[in-house]
């Protein structure tokens, strides 16, 4: 089956999710995974860190100037985070449909944010917008080498 399925053997889209501070804190990092997991996803890279302002302010670079700028910084550097990076077809544009909207309230019942959150400023995960800045983030956050690159035996079961 595999043999007849190369397809699924190519590096796919990645993707940059990483469980915020809040999310970390409320036990939600199995939950999450499970979800992006069973979509059919593969995770290549994965590591828990507390991030420094400076790696906040450069990772939310678009927003600097913006009145919540200083509080998003001093948020996601307030406690460990869950930095990954998963991998397949459409995962930037399917993984923000899983995450939701920025307004948790906004978000429907089934995606994480409207499972989960209530407050903007507590919306628990972030994903990348694009495949640019999927790009821009990983290289932010991991080396190359932090990521791996393999075929899960599962993979023809998933694509066809
Ligand atoms: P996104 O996380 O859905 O991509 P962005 O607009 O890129 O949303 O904003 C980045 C993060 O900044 C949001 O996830 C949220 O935590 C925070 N944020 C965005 N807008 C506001 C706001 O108006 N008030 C407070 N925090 C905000």
Not at 107 to 114: A, D, L, N, Q, V
Not at 118 to 127: P, Q
Request: one cysteine or more; hydrophobic letters at 40%.
């Amino acid at each position: 089956v595999l043999a007849d399925a190369p397809a699924c053997l190519e590096r796919e889209e990645l993707s940059f999710i990483m469980i915020k501070p809040d999310g970390v804190q409320r036990g939600l990092i199995s939950d999450i995974i499970a979800r992006f997991e069973r979509k059919g996803y593969k995770l290549v890279g994965i590591k828990v860190l507390v991030p420094t302002q400076a790696l906040a302010a450069k990772h939310y670079a678009e927003h600097d100037g913006k009145p919540f700028f200083p509080k998003l910084v001093n948020f996601l550097s307030s406690g460990p985070v869950v930095a990954m990076v998963w991998e397949g077809k459409s995962v930037v544009k399917y993984g923000r449909t899983m995450i939701g909207a920025t307004n948790p309230l906004a978000s429907p019942p089934g995606t994480i944010r409207g499972d989960y959150g209530i407050d903007t400023g507590r919306n628990i995960i972030h994903g990348s917008d694009s495949v640019e800045s999927a790009q821009r983030e990983i290289a932010l956050w991991f080396k190359a080498e932090e990521l791996a690159d393999y075929t899960p035996s599962t993979a023809a079961w998933v694509y066809e």
